[in-house]
């Protein structure tokens, strides 16, 4: 009986301490939304405060016609989802190859695939950029994702999961007279699908804030994603110190996701974990 | 029945072609590439390619700005990677208890993770804006306040180096929790009942337990550390005075902004050998310690 205070003290202490440094994390987003809907009058030295008198959406007006975040979204999805598209092709084949079926030097040909991992794609920015100029594929969507489409991680990650598929079930295919692909289809998918989940989770937040590699390959709005759009309109505005005008950007560049994310917190939250354990 | 042993020798194959295509083109070749280019002088001055042997590697040796570069990526690894991990691990424990404020906490620090990093460099670069910035205004009791923070050659690497841990803390401390979840409850009880104190079970139970996640955690930070450059391209350019140029910024900086090949092709060769001997240290710690069941 006498611990029961002693814990309820304990869990205040643990809310107040936690929750202040949980406060410190939020700030600033919590500032970059409550300054996109500052009027542009209210500046100087309120502008640090989370207070907004009247509040407005002048800035999001003019930030949206300041850059084309139109064509800069459209070009973002296509992007993202044209890179998730090819990749689940790609990564099934070979996770499938690698998990279920005997050939000579597998075991080499996965180490090589694992090399991939090490040698993160944005550390080869140079040598791609090369290449992509000389495919002609500067200034496209395309050369944007072209080196994205086969994915280390996914193989490895799908990978795993068909290792654990039970051999009855595929056996039982078989019998149907499920070829390869009916099988891998029939079978072997529709129980990956948690796996599938998290990785088009990950790989979409991963490419839909990439900036280097699409700000290399575009040098005109044609094929620009919001990333490359909002760091150019940033540089901008910072000039003038329209800070307001830059919540407002950035706050268009980041919302869909963390909507995204907030209608659906847990699967996002596992899938990053998964990611992390089954890597 | 001859037929259908060819299929299935022939099939494996056609199943990683599409994979080994791209892979080829993106991450093998381009590695060939770079070591062979870094052993030519190439810009836009030089008219055809010559091959100058080593050359490049002792220039870049020589390079001063080369040597800032080195020394700007260690103390951001030495800065970032021991402190966000520490961080994650921190927060893992306190944030692994049932609780209806969990939830909301662990949302608070993982955010983050999700922004892209020029848009976190962005809200950031207000924060440290001098004068009116969130820092100055905030922490003035602190700091005394009229700080430049990206303005000083003394400050700004450490600044950039704040906004890089807030950004991955949150991602990290999943790990610790998944980690945590892997831990049987009995070892607690059993150490509980033996009347060990709480640094004494975190000695001789968590963190011990929690080896490969520590160390799968300090891989991924150590590669990020060396390949950070998002933030750096918005919120310094690398100033002042190359004191935020990171090794990943000089590559951009060398192959697109002073178009000069032989270097950027040996700086990406440097990279790449930075990022295997990182991996390869792990793996061999990792083959080690973790036992993968099959």
């Known amino acids: 009986m006498r611990r029961r205070p002693l814990a309820i003290l304990g869990t205040c202490v643990w809310a107040l301490l936690v929750g202040a440094l949980a406060f410190v994390w939020v700030f600033p987003l919590l500032w970059a939304f409550t300054t996109s809907l500052r009027p542009p009058g209210q500046l100087g030295s309120q502008i640090a405060s989370l207070w907004v008198h009247h509040p407005s959406f002048a800035n999001f007006t003019e930030a949206w016609s300041d850059a084309p975040f139109l064509r800069l979204y459209y070009n973002t999805a296509v992007v993202v989802f044209g890179i998730l598209a090819v990749q689940l092709v790609t990564i099934t084949l070979a996770a499938y190859a690698f998990a279920r079926l005997e050939f000579w030097g597998r075991d080499l040909l996965f180490r090589v695939f694992l090399l991939q991992l090490m040698v993160a794609p944005s550390a080869l920015i140079f040598p791609n950029f090369q290449t992509i100029k000389s495919l002609g594929l500067l200034n496209t969507r395309l050369g944007i994702m072209i080196p994205y489409f086969a994915s280390a991680f996914g193989t490895f990650l799908l990978r795993q999961t068909f290792r654990a598929v039970p051999r009855d079930l595929e056996d039982a295919a078989a019998i149907d007279g499920c070829g390869s692909l009916q099988t891998i289809w029939n079978v072997f998918l529709p129980l990956a699908k948690p796996t599938l989940v998290a990785f088009s989770i990950v790989s979409v937040v991963y490419h839909y804030n990439e900036f280097l590699w699409p700000l290399i390959i575009t040098d005109t709005e044609r094929a620009r994603t919001v990333t490359v759009g909002l760091a150019s309109f940033t540089q901008s505005a910072e000039s003038g110190a329209q800070w307001n005008l830059i919540a407002a950007g950035t706050v268009i560049v980041i919302l869909p996701l963390l909507v995204v994310f907030i209608l659906f917190q847990r699967r996002f939250v596992e899938s990053f974990m998964y990611s992390g354990i089954k890597g | ?294």
Not at chain 2, 18 to 41: A, E, M, N
Not at chain 2, 229 to 234: K, R, S, T
Not at chain 2, 281 to 294: K, P, W
């Open chain 2, 1 to 294: 029945m001859r037929r259908v042993r060819r299929r299935w020798r022939v099939q494996p194959y056609l199943f990683l072609l599409p994979s080994l295509v791209f892979l080829t083109t993106f991450t093998y070749y381009p590695i060939l590439f770079s070591l062979r280019q870094s052993l030519y002088q190439a810009s836009a001055t030089v008219a055809r390619p010559t091959f100058i042997g080593l050359w490049n590697y002792a220039n870049l040796w020589a390079d001063p700005i080369f040597g800032q570069v080195l020394e700007n990526s260690l103390e951001f690894l030495a800065g970032t990677v021991p402190v966000t991990v520490g961080l994650a691990l921190l927060l893992a424990l306190l944030l692994n208890r049932p609780h209806f404020l969990t939830t909301v906490f662990r949302t608070a620090f993982f955010y983050p993770t999700l922004l892209p990093l020029v848009g976190a460099a962005a809200i950031w670069l207000f924060v440290y804006t001098p004068g009116y910035g969130l820092m100055d205004v905030y922490l003035r009791g602190l700091t005394g306040g009229g700080v430049n923070w990206l303005g000083s050659a003394h400050l700004a690497l450490p600044a950039v180096m704040i906004l890089t841990i807030w950004k991955n803390a949150g991602y990290y401390m999943l790990f610790y929790l998944a980690g945590l979840q892997t831990i049987p409850a009995e070892l607690f009880e059993a150490g509980r009942l033996e009347g060990a104190t709480w640094s004494q079970q975190f000695r001789a139970i968590t963190w011990p337990l929690l080896g490969p996640t520590t160390l799968f955690v300090v891989l991924i930070a150590s590669i990020n550390a060396f390949q950070s450059v998002d933030q750096i391209w918005l919120m310094t350019g690398g100033g002042p005075d190359n004191r935020t140029n990171l090794l990943l910024f000089y590559v951009y900086l060398v192959a697109f902004q002073f178009f000069d090949l032989g270097k950027a092709a040996t700086l990406t060769v440097f990279l790449l050998a930075v990022l295997m001997a990182i991996a390869a240290v792990s793996f061999g710690f990792l083959e080690r310690r973790i036992h993968y069941e099959v």
